[in-house]
């Protein structure tokens, strides 16, 4: 998953240490320090900050919101919410708590949860909340226009009390969402639990880099975060070959191996090719995140039963393009060669 940047993650650092503050009250009446209510809500890191997937713009992106009882009491009717379902006090953030633009799609993980059918909203309830446990679900929300957005999120505790000075029900976290243009070089989304897809950065739009990526995920994961980013390089090979284009850089599922393969489809714009290029004596030079190389041959390593990955499953080339199909278990980088 991409972290935000320095600055981003600066911007809210504040609304952070003040929510970790705010999430520790004591009950009225003479309570010791070992009778107060202290629930965390945040991202599972234990920043305090709800952090989304890498996203461009209308897109999908999905953070996991971890909520959990730190205190001695056990707490009961406990809402975790967003959006229009969000719970409001006096010490909430500023601002509307979905992105501007945003929806809900989904909200999914523990307790009983619901999501409006405009996507206004969603929340998820428990009926209570033992000291010491924690509960984790995950919010997909629909991405705006590219931009920077803030929101929040809330967990409110029906103890029937005031919610007001210590006996504070209702808990805050913030979050931050930095969405990327479609510029025909970028792309991010979130694809849902068992829910497959082609995306990417397309054809329609090559972009600066003179090329576009695809990338087939199947769909036996439990919500699949993708980012594609085509950058310009011209250092990244492998002995003894000559590489062209940009390096393409896929994040899926953050690593993990994925069955039965990942698809790639990546498309060079003539004017990218070496000069008397031969599709034959080309393929591709895979980057794994450990760094390892792996040479992909569309002459040596045809997709067959006995190999179905780290292969070339087809390849074309006309007068305006070179598109060539791989497979492979896992993302990484990309890179053409011939």
């Not at 503050?21 to 305090?48: E, F, H, K, M, W």
């Not at 409006?116 to 226009?145: H, K, Q, W, Y």
């Not at 794994?288 to 006995?306: E, F, M, R, Y």
Request: net charge negative; with cysteine.
């Amino acid at each position: 998953m991409k972290r935000r940047s320095a600055r981003a993650r600066a911007r809210v650092l504040a609304s952070a240490v003040a929510a970790a503050l705010l999430a520790t009250v004591t009950i009225a009446g003479g309570a010791s320090a070992g009778n107060t209510r202290q629930i965390y809500i945040g991202d599972p890191d234990g920043s305090g900050i709800l952090e989304p997937t890498s996203a461009s713009a209308t897109n999908q992106t999905a953070f996991q919101m971890l909520v959990r009882n730190t205190g001695k009491q056990n707490v009961t009717h406990v809402v975790v919410a967003i959006g229009s379902d969000a719970a409001s006090s006096a010490g909430q953030p500023a601002g509307p708590s979905l992105p501007i633009g945003s929806r809900v799609v989904a909200m999914y993980g523990d307790g009983t949860c619901s999501v409006e059918a405009d996507g206004s909203g969603a929340m998820c309830t428990f009926a209570s909340l033992p000291s010491r446990s924690s509960v984790s679900d995950t919010i997909v929300l629909t991405t705006p226009n590219a931009g920077a957005f803030d929101f929040w999120a809330s967990v409110k505790l029906d103890e029937n009390t005031s919610d007001a000075g210590a006996n504070t029900d209702t808990f805050f976290s913030r979050g931050h969402l930095d969405v990327a243009p479609n510029d025909g070089d970028h792309f991010g989304t979130f694809l849902l639990p068992d829910v497959g897809g082609t995306v990417g950065t397309g054809f329609d739009t090559l972009g600066p880099t003179d090329q576009g990526t695809l990338v087939t995920v199947p769909g036996a994961h439990a919500g699949t975060p993708v980012s594609i980013v085509e950058a310009v390089d011209s250092t990244t090979c492998a002995a003894g070959l000559s590489c062209f284009g940009a390096l393409v850089t896929a994040n899926v599922a953050g690593g993990s191996v994925v069955s039965p393969y990942l698809t790639w489809v990546l498309r060079w714009d003539a004017s990218v090719l070496p000069r008397g290029f031969n599709p034959k004596q080309a393929g591709v030079v895979h980057v794994l995140d450990g760094g390892q190389k792996v040479v992909i041959s569309v002459k040596k390593n045809a997709c067959t039963t006995a190999r179905p990955i780290d292969c070339i499953a087809d390849y074309t080339l006309t007068g305006t393009y070179f598109e060539i199909v791989v497979r492979t278990a896992s993302n990484g980088g990309m890179k053409g060669w011939g």
